[in-house]
């Protein structure tokens, strides 16, 4: 008896070291993905290792990115508000105010150095895009993928190894596909740190997909071929009625206008068309951009699943915490950027190429602002602006041992992508000790413990701004004056309330402010970029 008593006792003390295992961590960012399509989210594309992970964890419906992709890195990477290290703008140049460098700052401490001293090793692999030149110098051990952005899917020349002479997999020609490379390396980087099974790991997986150009296999653009000849206004209409059935929005919701497009360079502001008012041979065209950005998001979550397969076939799955989410709504503009949306000479040729070459090496086309307005259902305008077409993102949360909330539940209380950072720290059990202090806050204390009523959140980018407190929403294109929202009832932005409550305009505005001059937000500078729309 006393035996079966100590041999109890022993087993309860090892199963209890093992339940107190730090976790892996592993977050994943898509790179231009619209709120609305993953198929957990209410969208049409074929998403079944997404859904699956959504089911199993939480749906976030208000997680908020920064409105642009190096922000968005700069904020999950370094838990700050970008300006505050340096990359309120761009990586390309240098606004010559410190909030506006193009450079992440030194004095910004990412995640993988912030988990050093809890025992992790750290890999990245996909798009880096902080304007410097290797991340290996921010804390990772090993790293794969694109310091820019995607340019070319199928150049593998596109894509950088650090460290510096380490083997990176070569691939025959015409079979590399930057996902399928970014997820090859990615499960390279696992089977490396199941090499030291008593350390955690953390693994930054930041996918290109799907950023133009639009490109994708064939097999998986031959899925969708069809799908999109609808148009835009009937896939709106689909997919909001299946994100209220699913219970991502309320009932009650709806839907937004049209947005406005602009090209660069120009003044001529105009409206998205009805679908029904293009040439036969104009919707060929903008059906077939669709179908090959539903490929890429389709191939993008086949890979995706390879990451869990690995995790399940290690025994790792349920100890890693993984969070999905995209670095800002889908993307309006046009290739290369001139293109009007219901030109006549823009059909079934461009530059040469039939309907059937689009989306081969060599190509280059977007997907344009009336699909990414579809993608970024139901909410107003995309990426570049604050308004929730750009800063909305879809957040999936997931981790059976340490997430103790019912799966597949969904909140729809506000948090931000500057919380992945300190969620890592605490789920780590270890102490930040960057020189910044976080405005951020642990996700999965949140998830547990409730989420604050009146958290204010901040945005800014190229002029545009925003201020989110509670059920308020405060928001401005680039110079025009600021709009007031209800979120309690009016989440697509439609009724503004700016004359209404001139006081709460009031007390929002104060705080932006101030916010801004104490994160080198302000003085904004004068060469932001243009100014895409005016409101109507």
């Known amino acids: 008896m006393k035996r079966l008593i100590l041999f109890l006792s022993v087993l309860c003390v090892l199963c209890g070291s093992c339940s107190a295992k730090k976790p892996n961590i592993l977050y994943v960012l898509c790179d231009d993905l619209g709120f609305s399509d993953p198929g957990c989210f ?47 703008h761009m990586t390309t140049n240098d606004l010559g105010r410190p909030g506006y460098r193009g450079v992440v700052s030194p004095d910004a401490q990412t995640i993988a150095q912030a988990l050093l001293p809890a025992g992790y090793r750290s890999f990245m692999s996909g798009k880096w895009h902080m304007g410097t030149p290797d991340p290996t110098r921010h804390g990772f051990e090993e790293m794969y993928g694109t310091l820019v952005s995607a340019k070319r899917f199928f150049d593998p020349d596109h894509m950088i190894r650090h460290p510096e002479g380490r083997k990176r997999i070569q691939y025959p020609k015409g079979k590399f596909y930057a996902t399928d490379a970014v997820t090859d390396h990615a499960l390279q980087f696992l089977k490396l740190a199941r090499e030291t099974p008593d350390k955690p790991w953390f693994l930054y997986l930041a996918y290109n997909a799907p950023h133009f150009p639009l490109h994708a296999p064939q097999e998986d653009i031959a899925k969708y071929k069809d799908r999109y000849h609808i148009g835009w206004d009937k896939l709106r209409e689909q997919r909001l009625k299946r994100m209220k059935s699913l219970g991502i929005v309320s009932q009650d919701t709806k839907l937004s206008k049209r947005s406005h497009w602009r090209n660069y360079g120009e003044t001529k502001i105009g409206v998205n068309p009805a679908w029904n008012t293009l040439s036969k041979d104009r919707r060929l065209d903008l059906a077939r951009r669709m179908a090959i950005y539903a490929a890429m998001i389709d191939r993008l979550d086949q890979q995706f699943g390879r990451i869990l397969d690995h995790l399940k076939q290690t025994g790792e799955f349920d100890n890693t915490l993984i969070v999905f989410t995209s670095d800002n709504g889908a993307c309006f503009e046009w290739d290369p950027f001139g293109f009007d949306i219901k030109s006549s000479n823009q059909n079934i040729l461009h ?93 999965i204390a949140q998830l547990h413990n409730g989420f604050k009523k009146n958290r204010t959140l901040y945005f800014e980018h190229q002029g545009n701004r925003a201020v989110r407190q509670g059920k308020w929403k405060l928001v401005a294109l680039d110079d025009e004056p600021w709009e007031l929202y209800d979120f309690m009832n009016d989440r697509t932005e439609m009724n503004n309330l700016a004359k209404k409550f001139p006081k709460k305009v009031k007390q929002l505005s104060s705080a932006w402010a101030q916010w801004g001059a104490a994160n080198q937000v302000t003085p904004l500078p004068r060469d932001l970029g243009v100014k895409y729309l005016k409101s109507d």
């Open 42 to 88: 209410g969208g049409e594309i074929n998403t079944p290792n997404l859904d699956s992970l959504a089911a199993g964890g939480v749906r976030l419906t208000q997680f908020y990115n920064t409105g642009r992709c190096c922000p968005s890195r700069a904020a999950l990477l370094t838990g700050q508000y970008p300006h505050r290290v340096g990359l309120g």
């Open 351 to 443: 530059k040469g190429e039939m309907l059937d070459e689009m989306g081969k090496p060599g190509t280059f086309h977007s997907v344009g602002s009336a699909w990414a307005n579809a993608s970024n259902t139901p909410w107003r305008l995309y990426k570049h602006f604050n308004h929730e077409g750009g800063i909305a993102s879809p957040g999936i949360v997931h981790w059976p041992d340490g997430l103790k909330t019912e799966p597949g539940k969904i909140v729809h209380d506000p948090a931000h992508i500057i919380d992945l950072l300190p969620t890592a720290v605490a789920v780590a059990k270890t102490k930040y000790m960057g020189k910044l202090n976080l405005p951020g806050t642990d996700l």
